[in-house]
């Protein structure tokens, strides 16, 4: 079987290299030839349908990137992320899951140094103080104990990633097989990093912005937005594949969402987009930041109105709970290891039981508060609601007691119950607007499906 997994992926690969859009037909043939257990079949028969329809949104944004990203990283975004880590691994994961009757990951998000040149308004990385790093041994151990449990998919936060820009490179050249992401400021890309990525070919960026100039230089500092437009231009030149992040809060979130910014990142080379919503973490935490309901569902329909009328991939990291089957952290879908090892199971849960620096990737997955993690998911019938914080905060609250997790954030321990509190009134206020949406896109779904 191997053999001809190793076959189907270099023919898929060589159809890349030569009219590959006229080749779309066989290439999802042979994705679901990999995908021996059919695992993913629906989701590789609806892409197939969308791609192959010459109309269509999906089919008019491959043609795009096909035009205007480097072939070699296409080549290896084919192979590392959606073969490697979306395919034909996922099988041994969900095995490994059942032996030991725990979650294990599809992503790990690790942060490679807390440290950063920048000092964002409500950025709750801060509170993980900033002389911490994960040497990079310890990076290029918790990818190999990664790949035995299936996972090939990495991510880095911070902190800014990119002030360990070279040993992140040279993970990258350690794992061909893996892919790997980081969410950055932008502020430290260069020239010689634009070569690098374009050598391992494995690597992409999402670069963190706030809308247009005066809402990024608001939280990330004056200057912040020309540098992150001009690291922009620079991968664009290159060819290089990029997007970005947003954090929607209170005050841009209309601005993030509108046709003006989303065409201006568009025409800039995103290819897509990854939405936050603010979360008040830490002690200098910023209520008055947190959405009203009327904007989060705002953002609810915007997303899924952008996603059908422009060439670009978005995502929005709670509204789409409805598509992940609710939360994704607790490693059912991710989990999060900050600059001093802590294994958290969201990079916004800053609690956790045991450091990776003690023990293993498997025995971090079966500690205590990851296990309450497995066994209480979903946190809410209505997956519009995931979130054990921002939308169940009781969840939250109950599993860090009844784990004995501890808090991580080295600059001002955060008692669970004080965390709580903040998020109880917006919880409330989303619960009634929330159910309200989940009803009637069930009535929708069944009166499609008549």
């Given amino acids: 079987m191997l053999s001809f997994q190793r076959a189907a992926v270099k023919v898929l690969l060589n159809y890349l290299s030569d009219k590959p859009i006229e080749k779309l037909p066989r290439m999802f043939w042979i994705a679901e030839k990999l995908d021996r257990k059919g ?31 480097d072939l070699r990283l296409i080549k290896k975004f084919t192979e590392c992320f959606l073969i490697n880590a979306s395919l034909t691994n ?12 725990c979650n294990v990951p599809w992503a790990i998000l690790m942060d490679p140094t807390s ?11 801060a509170q993980y103080g900033h002389n911490h790093s994960l040497s990079y041994e310890t990076l290029d151990s918790i990818c190999r104990q990664g790949k035995e449990l299936g996972i090939y998919f990495y991510i880095f936060s911070g902190g800014e990633p990119l002030m360990r820009k070279k040993d992140l490179i040279r993970l990258c050249e350690a794992h061909q097989d893996c892919y790997f992401f980081a969410f950055t400021n932008g502020t430290l890309v260069d020239e010689e990093f634009c070569q690098d ?19 990024t230089d608001m939280r990330r500092g004056e200057g912040t937005y020309q540098k992150v437009i001009a690291a922009m231009d620079l991968m664009r030149k290159h060819k290089l594949a990029f997007g970005y992040s947003t954090c929607y809060h209170r005050y841009n979130t209309e601005s993030v969402a509108s046709d003006e910014f989303v065409d201006d990142m568009i025409a800039r080379g995103c290819r897509f987009a990854w939405n936050f919503t603010y979360m008040p973490v830490g002690k200098d935490a910023r209520l008055d930041l947190l959405v009203t309901p009327e904007q989060r569902a705002y ?27 609710g939360c994704i952290a607790g490693g059912r879908r991710y989990l999060h290891i900050n ?10 849960i800053h609690y956790s039981n045991v450091n ?29 609601r995931p979130c054990p914080l921002l939308d169940n905060p009781e969840a939250l609250a109950s599993m860090v007691k009844e784990s004995g997790a501890k808090s991580t954030e080295m600059e001002a321990p955060e008692d669970v119950d004080v965390l709580c509190a903040k998020t ?23 009166a499609a499906a008549r």
């Fill in 90 to 101: 996922t099988e041994k994961n969900r095995k490994i899951a059942e032996q030991y009757g």
């Fill in 115 to 125: 440290a950063c040149n920048l000092n964002c308004t409500g950025c709750w990385a």
């Fill in 197 to 215: 990525l374009l050598r391992v070919a494995n690597f992409t960026l999402a670069f963190s912005i706030e809308g247009d100039e005066a809402a």
């Fill in 299 to 325: 953002m609810y329909r915007r997303v899924r109105e952008i996603r059908e009328t422009k060439p670009i991939f978005m995502l929005d990291f709670w509204n789409d709970g409805e598509y992940s089957g």
């Fill in 424 to 446: 109880v009134p917006a919880a409330k206020a989303w619960a009634e607007v929330a159910d309200e949406l989940w009803y009637t896109r069930h009535k929708e779904k069944e």
């Fill in 356 to 384: 990776i620096h003690e023990v293993s990737l498997l025995d971090a997955l079966r500690s205590p508060l990851f296990m309450a993690y497995h066994n209480n998911q979903p946190f809410n019938e209505n997956h519009l």
């Fill in 339 to 348: 600059a001093a090892g802590d294994v958290e199971p969201c990079a916004f």
């Fill in 39 to 69: 695992l993913h079949r629906p989701q590789i028969r609806s892409m197939r349908d969308v791609l192959i329809d010459p109309n269509s949104n999906w089919r008019k944004f491959m043609e795009k990137i096909f035009r205007e990203v």
